[in-house]
């Protein structure tokens, strides 16, 4: 199927799910179109597929010893599908691809594993800047620190009034 077919299928909203039917046009195997997107930096495909990408399932064949087999997909989930397309994007530098699939949710730990060092520093900046934002909790404000402190000391000052007044009695 030639690329500007497959758009064309695309732009008139054809049903791309491999749920085993096929209506009047031929399967579309999404994860080819969407790793090679993810490869040649196409974020507008990579933006229209993400969704609706799911494994290739290989036609079933005779083997050499005349059985039927099938051979397993290459990945086996939606999800190992888009981690090979954000290693694809920035093994490319592809940055802006995989900025788009870190910000869908996808791990941009795997970004770090890229041959290029652009998206590799961005990913790593982006780990860290993550794990600063996340893993160190919050500092209070000063006014909310002395107002912990303020009733805390009020209270410790009210009690030893208290017994000093008792002391002096």
Known sequence: MSNTNYEYLVSRNADMANDGSHDDYEYINTEKYYLDAAGTGDLKMVERLHDEVSPHIPEPYINGKGEWAKDNPKYQSKEEIQDAALLEAANNGHLKVAQ???????????ALNSTNDEVKQWANSHVMNNKLT??????????????KLGVEHKAKQEQTITRAGR???
């Open 167 to 169: 002391t002096k009695m």
């Open 100 to 110: 788009f699939l870190v910000d869908k949710g996808i791990k941009p730990e795997i």
């Open 134 to 147: 996340n893993e160190l909790k919050e500092k209070d404000s000063y006014e909310e620190m002395m107002r």
